[in-house]
């Protein structure tokens, strides 16, 4: 899973990017407008409770990959940053907004006093912008070609409604396609339909008092739009992250969270992307798997290994909520939760897999 942060030159973003992937990339004034990219472990209490159990010669947690895009300023024009995001954001699973609430002389010296809600509704406006200009290029691109491709009416026809959509600023997202114009789509990449999250950087003091400028307009033009919200004071857990485990622990409970900065963003990117996890154990390995809702047995033996989809026999099934429990696979099977199960089973997240096959 490939997230890209955007936002506005300032934010913080490339503080979040150092925070989620222990990077030391130069921030603020100090920053090189450069792509910056990183991979984070996903923390999963269960992948700590099957390691302590298992005792593996490996543990391998599910990992995001992350991208730290550059911001460009709004008054540089929709078309600059449509050429920018639309080259790096096309690989990205979804968008992290890195929005600025934390209030800083010398960054307010330049990008102005903190105003969540209008770097949100703005950000949204231009990425509007973007994709129409896209799909108007698109279509003339069309209409004036020498020789038409066979799929051009219909290509045309959905063109427009998303074209229609977007003038009443309503993201690509939005629109629903049947099959055969998601085929007809393919290969287009929309910024206004890639899943988003909204970061919002805070201060100390105001996640000590639990508020900052715009909370409730933010919150609501979220909520409006289905956008999950995660606030983070990204300095402070950056320089958290340094410390060794113990300190990490007392600071993170003393700042009055529950889990780090990347655990709160990987949550909301699972759900809102649809991703569960399973896991396979054993004395070799513990490892977790990242797979949709919804996945089948046999598809999700194709992410361990190729050979195993193709000659899948079937799945020896049990939950890590019962091992948990129960303490050990033998009670577990005692308990009649061991389960064989067949190719069109629909993996659950926590499930624990043994995969039989035959090539």
């Known amino acids: 899973m490939q997230i890209g942060l955007v936002g506005l030159p300032l934010a913080g973003k490339t503080t979040f990017f150092n925070l ?33 159990l298992y005792k593996p010669r490996k543990t391998i ?17 929709a078309a600059s940053l449509a050429v920018m995001l639309l080259d790096e954001v096309r690989g990205a699973d979804a968008l992290v907004q890195v929005v600025r609430a934390f209030d800083s002389d ?11 809600y209008r770097e949100l509704s703005d950000f949204a406006a231009e990425l509007l912008l973007a994709d129409m200009g896209a799909i108007e290029n698109r279509i003339d691109r069309i209409k004036n ?8 009416a219909a290509q045309l026809a959905v063109l427009e409604r998303l074209l229609v959509a977007l003038e009443n600023e309503q993201p690509v997202s939005s629109v629903e396609l049947s099959q055969a114009e998601q085929e007809i789509m393919a290969g287009q ?22 508020d900052y400028p715009d909370r409730d307009k933010v919150r609501a033009y979220a909520s409006e ?28 409970t003393d700042l009055g ?15 809102r992307l649809g991703l569960i996890s399973f896991f396979t154990v054993g ?32 799945a020896e099934v049990f939950h890590y909520e019962d091992l948990r429990e129960l303490g050990n696979q033998v009670k577990v099977k005692e308990k009649g939760l061991f389960r064989l199960e067949g190719k069109e089973y629909v993996v659950k997240d926590g499930d624990i897999i043994n995969f039989r096959f035959n090539v």
């Open 225 to 252: 739009r289905g956008i999950p919200v995660i606030e983070v004071c990204a300095r402070i857990e950056m320089e958290i992250s340094q410390l060794p485990a113990q300190d990490r622990a007392d600071f993170i």
């Open 145 to 152: 070609a020498r020789k038409m491709p066979k799929d051009a």
């Open 106 to 116: 010398e960054v307010s010296s330049v990008a102005g006093e903190p105003s969540p």
């Open 20 to 52: 989620l992937t222990g990077a030391s990339c130069e921030t603020g004034f100090a920053g090189t407008g450069e792509v910056h990219l990183g991979s984070a472990v996903v923390p999963d209490a269960r992948i700590d409770f099957l390691s302590g």
């Open 61 to 77: 947690y599910a990992q995001i990959q992350f991208k730290d895009i550059p911001g460009v300023r709004s008054d540089e024009g």
């Open 189 to 210: 990449s929309f910024l206004t339909e890639k899943p988003l999250i909204l970061a919002v950087n805070i201060d100390e003091d105001q996640m000590a008092a639990g």
């Open 257 to 271: 969270l529950t889990e780090s900065g990347v655990g709160r963003l990987a949550q909301a990117a699972y759900e």
């Open 283 to 314: 004395e070799d390995e513990v490892r977790a798997w990242t797979i949709r809702r919804g996945t089948i047995a046999k598809k999700a033996a194709g992410k361990v290994h190729s050979d195993i989809e193709r000659g899948f026999i079937r």
